[in-house]
C-alpha cells in the first residue's frame, strides 16, 4: 500500500465488509462525518495535518480490526509526522480541527479531578510538595519541582488533542484525547511531551498548574525534568 489513495479504498472497503455506514463509524470513532470521506477519498493528507491524520488512521484501522495490514503504511506517516515538526514547519499550516467545549462547564471538572487528585495522594500517604514559586514554562524545558521519588504529571483536556510522551527517556506512549479526559502519568526523572493541539490541555505537575498554554491547533514540544 503506497498511497493514499490505495489506503482509503482499502479502508472503505474494510468498514462495507462490517456493514457500517460512513456516519455510524464517524460516531463510535467521536469524528466528524467530513473526515472519514476526506480518508477514504484518499485526499485526507491535503487537508488535515499530519500530526492529527496519523490518529485519525490509526483509530480507523483499530475499530475496523486491520491495523496490523496497515502497519508499514502507519509507519512510514508517522516518520514523516516526525520529521515534518522537527524541520518547523510553519505552524500556520495547523488548522484548527478541534471539538469546543464551554470553560464554564471545563472549570467543576478540573476543580473536581485536582480534588479527587490530591485526596488519592494523601491517602497513599506519599510526600506533599512544599509551596513553591508560580511555575516558569520555557519552550523547552520546565525544571521548577525538586527530585523526588516519583512526579505525576496530570493531564486535563477541554479540545481533542494527540499527545506522544516519553517517560524517564526510554518509555514512548502515545495518546489521543478528548473533551473531559483526565490523563495521569508517573516518571521518576521527567517527562518529553510532543503536544498537537496546545490550546486543548492543561498540565498540573505534582498538583502544581504549570500554566501551560498556546493556540488551538498549535504543535509544541515541551520537556518537564
Not at 486535563?156 to 510522551?165: A, D, G, Q
Amino acid at each position: 500500500m503506497d498511497s493514499f489513495e490505495a489506503l482509503g479504498g482499502f479502508l472503505r472497503s474494510k468498514r462495507e465488509e462490517k456493514n457500517l455506514s460512513v456516519e455510524e463509524a464517524g460516531e463510535k470513532l467521536c469524528l466528524r462525518t467530513p473526515i472519514i470521506e476526506e480518508i477514504e477519498s484518499g485526499k485526507a493528507h491535503n487537508t488535515i495535518p499530519p500530526v492529527y491524520l496519523f490518529g485519525y488512521i490509526r483509530q480507523y484501522s483499530r475499530l475496523l480490526g486491520c491495523e496490523e495490514e496497515i502497519s508499514s503504511f502507519l509507519s512510514e506517516l508517522k516518520k514523516r509526522t516526525w520529521e515534518g515538526i522537527k524541520s518547523d514547519t510553519p505552524r500556520a499550516e495547523i488548522e484548527k480541527r478541534s471539538i469546543r467545549f464551554s470553560p464554564y462547564l471545563l472549570l467543576p471538572m478540573i476543580i473536581a479531578g485536582i480534588v479527587v487528585f490530591f485526596f488519592a495522594e494523601k491517602k497513599m500517604g506519599e510526600k506533599r510538595i512544599p509551596p513553591r514559586e508560580e511555575a516558569k514554562i520555557e519552550t523547552t524545558s520546565v525544571s521548577e519541582v525538586p527530585p523526588l521519588i516519583e512526579k505525576k504529571l496530570l493531564i486535563t483536556c477541554h479540545e481533542r488533542t494527540w499527545i506522544s510522551v516519553i517517560v524517564d527517556g526510554k518509555e514512548k506512549k502515545e495518546f489521543m484525547l478528548n473533551p473531559k479526559d483526565v490523563l495521569v502519568l508517573n516518571a521518576k526523572e521527567g517527562f518529553d511531551l510532543l503536544i498537537g493541539n496546545a490550546g486543548g490541555i492543561k498540565l498540573f505537575l505534582n498538583g502544581k498548574d504549570l500554566g501551560f498554554s498556546g493556540k488551538s491547533g498549535e504543535v509544541k514540544r515541551l520537556k518537564i525534568e
